[in-house]
């Protein structure tokens, strides 16, 4: 046998730089909000799965809440159903409401359950319907009926908080129940950012299809205050889809999460290169 | 005011009298098998949950296991796929695998939980694939591929136990995980059983649309011993598709579940009845 | 075996109408007053066993706090000892405190507790001596020596406390403690509502001769708020031994507990109808 | 101030004297079988409820079983009724046992209780009927009928225990409780032994009249082994009184308990003496 | 067997007289200063001991500091290193700090955990840098170098408190530790005054070479008040050496310790006395 | 902010692939032999440090147990006291007793604790005394007087356990404490194999001045058997100083222990290329 002394010493150091991170995070819960678009082959939803584990195995509370757009629609259409979307959000008639929580509860949700346990997680799928974690209403948009479109009303995070106490990784897809049982489409960004206020969550960490915020010259940008992204909306630096998963991020810091990340989801092992790196990746909103 | 002294009066005979079974049945765990036929409206959904809620609050812990083939057949029918059966099970296909998982972890799942949580429980859906709940296999069936049609190859009842420790009632959708990660479509009936025996439950509780093992002059036969049992599939006194349902109750109770119950789902109420009434209801099988 | 559907189905709805107060009263403490006219025969005691032991199995914290004047006046005539009374209290000398003390903790205090084991509770019986329940001192009335009768100074929860968190149910003789270790004779009206303040208990409960507070047109009055009791107290509607009575209820009240009822001891399962029925029984009075 | 250096110092060294014997019983549970000869007044009360509260407060789990036949007798007089004695025990009609219970748990239990408690201590009375302790049945006795007298079927300990845990200090009274809920006289000696076998007490102490054990020439005997024992029976050196209560110390040796001892509960600390010197005190009974 | 009855009730009477102060500092945490003069012989050291272990079994949580200063000079010598004082602190240079620490921590530290352990106890033996108990800065002396002499910066009582609660007793040698892990020299009577006030100790006693503060006609003054050590101060009565000692007692008391003891170390169980007798020993200052 | 992508790759690459390890090793006991050659320099403490508090931060139990014979052999040529070795042990008088338990417990100790805790962990020092962890008894040599060299005759771990679980590192001296009190001077390798052998430990690891054990051609030999060593042994392969080290290495294993590492203490990080990577270093010897 011979050892490959500078790839071990690489290893070494890689290890403990970590180290300072792994302590500050330790019984922390993170919440990661994972988007439809990062799941789209195995290796991807492999690579992320490994992340999440890790970050459980070193003491961390991983929380994930996930989309599942492309997925929902791909099934609508083999329905032969038409998809119609206002302000960006998917009308939702009973029907396609039907749709939605099969796929993102019975399959989505099910797909990174597993993935996540043949990493060596115990994972747990629920929707907001278990353990009555997200009470919806139905949303209220001027002249517009989106059907069973729905706002948070309130979150009950004990079935969370148990799970996690259990040592489980709580998964969660974002349909939400109203008062009379009937279940609400709710956007995956706005259930995550609810959920680590209510947790008090260390950080939230968008995983999306942009590298982060990016200024005029295309370059990242980082460490921005609250009112820095204020700034950034207004002169239009910040536009398009990016708006709104910017104020969710804003709306999670306002209510006492500590720091915000929008970082590439695409990028293999992107969440590990946040937590565990000194530079991060992506664009951090601070508190 | 007026009172109305003799129903006052029933309603305090009926509560006493349900006093000796709350005592026998406190801290005990009671599997109910809940088939897709007894879930046909809300009503009868309604009826089973206060059922269900009832028995957590004065100090069981029932876990609930649920059917739902009706509700894949009519979706399967919508996306035009014809279901083949071999012996009793359905051949399943990936697609058709999908539409099991969907269908059963979505929907069906997902409307009971909510209908617990409407009478006030805290249920948390779960399938085979939650904190690796059921671990399952191929199923092999000589000269035949039925895709996959899976076997329970191990139970891990953490997930289950630590629910119920907190408060909340499992609802177990009968999809199993294999050891890449993919899904199996199980019998009810048998993931219900296996559950029991692992739990070591007090009792297993089938409702079916039948209102019991019947003689052969159409009487409910009931207070059966294994052996009693196994003489009238002998005899041919129980055939057809109750031989499978009564070979999975024995099962569970040589596993050391002390008693087994097959009873008729669609008559409201009927779980309560089983457990609150010194006659019961339905097919008693001891161990 | 035929089963009688038209019963079954009565049993059902008794059962599932309970649901709401089981959960509503799910841990709570409730104080009962058990006098001792509500004990006269075997039969009542069993009746009244069964309801205390079936709240205790459904999840709630019963606590019951027994008279037993007519049992101390028929020793006291055994022993050719007369009684005296000022102002409805027993003139209780050394030689008197002891035949209370005896029959209040030794044989009514055990009955109790004998009949609560025979439904299968776990009582234990205490008097104010035990745990140093119930500290004590000399009552004071103008120009009356009534010996060893006392006034309530301190109530130590622990023992209490302690019990119900073992599961027991605690059965409580109203015998004070001095300051050097004598007994006192305490009203047991007044040592029932201190104790349900002190434990913060949901309701407390007194058992008594008379069906509730009556108007002047004999009807039940119910639902009363503290200045309606004050009203009805003044305007002479709520007069002789119910003034008292109807005190120390305003005073639980006033103390935090969340209801005061009066209801009748006489009348077969009267607790569990109060507790388990919309429409309860008796007289209400509101914090 | 001065220094009474030479008291000082014999104080000091008592101390240290007492601390192998504190350290080696520290968290075991001693039962002392309290007579009713012993509590004759006041003064004999109080030093015996000051030993058992330095024992707790020491870390041991003393429990108290007393008698009160002295107590008895003396009540039944003042109500004009006969006492009658066969072998020892007193035949006991329904009245006499109403007059058993009474003084034993309402009378003499509680003065104990009160006793421990101006000491200092947290003790809760108990007779055989609390939490269903003593469990008995009619003692059989060829051609005698002694009505409610009573021998052990069962020792439920779990009230006792759970008091033990809460810091409590359990004083029994020796009433037992049979199927039906009806009281039973049983032997102090016997409920002490037994409860100590079913505790697996470290030791039981039964305080009598006589110094201990004595010798042909009355001298103490002690360090006996069981066979010692029953060769002193035989030969007549123990005799008349002595022999049951020997008989019940070696049944509670012969179960498990470490050892016996008979002191002289009328010698003021004797408890403590026989606990904390080296020399013990009264006759000592090996296992 | 003869039982010397005077010496026995002697011991009991010494006993009974302990009673209530196990009672009133049962769980409290009491800080003893054991100073290097106490520690002279094998017999004053195992007296010490004893007490110690006593305290811990009747349910005190002792913590014991010790000095060492003749025993590292003593060293010092052996290296022929000499030994500088300024205002009575030693000079320290790094050389100096090693011989300090590997005095007080290697050697004195566990002399005292040695003996208490042959008494019986559980002791474990700690410096500043275990744990980060003692975190310690250069101490600053106008125009004075004293090296490696440090003054206490803040107190991480968490290992203290986690030894005391698994039953064992801590043993504190005064090093402190510096930002870098570097070693301090801390006066011992400072450390133990800190760690009393951080702890919220019942009580901290200085074991000195002293009977107490003297008055000018050499009698111990006990009982006082901070106003009145002020004054005592002030006029003179109390100078030299024992000026600083009581500053630090009286920086305890202020601190929120309930009362600190000044007694006389040479006496043998000087603890004991203080604590277990009514008129205690040495000088008393009360918060 | 420009990221260096292949940097981060291999970064993320590192970390999932230290993730099986951290799931192997969660809640396991892991001995490390750290010796006194491997702590020349504070950069060689310090990269053992972070080793360490890395191991503690992903969940493993840590136990360090330290050597110190440099150290020990300087200080008495200091004091002019010459050293001598019989067969590998150094004759240890009083003095130089004295001087090994001030130098191990007092100062070697105190800088491995000191750089633990500069590196974020909570480590605390003990020496054989402490919580009587190690008992010794004098080593016997034919012919030949070691003084104070012991050998172990008992260790109790309870103070091992008890700050592991409060979430500290417990790092030892291996110095002996006799029935007397006395210390003795125990060999630091068979100190941590009994330990991890009475702790049941997943591993132990030696640090050495060697890359392991060399084969003839002085390759490092690997993923040995117990026999293989034997056999090694036998035929001169391993010999010198390797044979003790291997004969305690056999010992923990042949005691349960899961395996036993001879690694190379001079190389930065061996501890966590040892336990992080899939070709480990040195030479694994297994159970």
């Known amino acids: 046998m011979t050892i490959d002394l500078t790839h071990a010493q690489d290893t070494a150091r890689v290890l403990t730089e970590a180290l300072p991170y792994i302590r500050r995070f330790a019984g922390k819960t993170i919440v990661v909000k994972y988007g439809g678009n990062a799941m789209k082959d195995d290796t991807m939803i492999a690579s992320f799965a490994r992340d999440i584990v890790l970050m459980k195995l070193v003491g961390m ?11 929902i629609g791909s099934h609508l259409e083999k329905l032969g159903k038409k998809s119609e979307f206002i302000q960006g959000m998917r009308v939702t008639d009973e029907e396609t409401m039907d749709v939605v929580e099969m796929m993102l509860g019975g399959l989505v949700n099910k797909a990174v359950v597993a993935a996540l346990n043949q990493q060596g997680g115990r994972a747990v799928g629920l929707t907001g319907k278990d353990g009555g974690l997200i009470r919806a209403r139905r949303m209220r948009l001027d002249g517009h009926d989106l059907g069973q479109v729905g ?66 010259r295309n370059e990242i940008l980082t460490g921005l205050t609250v009112p820095q992204v204020e700034g950034l909306i207004a002169d239009g ?51």
């Open 237 to 287: 630096t910040i536009s398009g889809g990016m708006v709104p998963k910017v104020r969710y991020a804003l709306d999670a810091v306002n209510s006492g999460v500590k720091s915000a990340h929008i970082i590439d989801g695409r990028l293999e092992h992107s969440v590990l290169l946040e937590l565990f790196t000194d530079q991060g990746i992506g664009t951090l909103i601070k508190g």
């Open 151 to 216: 706002e948070v009303e309130r979150i009950d995070p004990r079935v969370v908080t148990h799970l996690e106490a259990g040592g489980f990784i709580p998964v969660i897809a974002p349909v939400g129940v109203g008062e009379h049982g009937e279940a609400y489409n709710i956007n995956a960004d706005v259930a995550a950012g609810k959920l680590a206020a209510v947790l008090q969550a260390e950080k939230i960490i968008f995983l999306t299809n942009a590298p982060g915020v990016l200024s005029k």
């Open 61 to 71: 509370n991983p929380v994930v809440v996930h989309g599942g757009g492309p997925q």
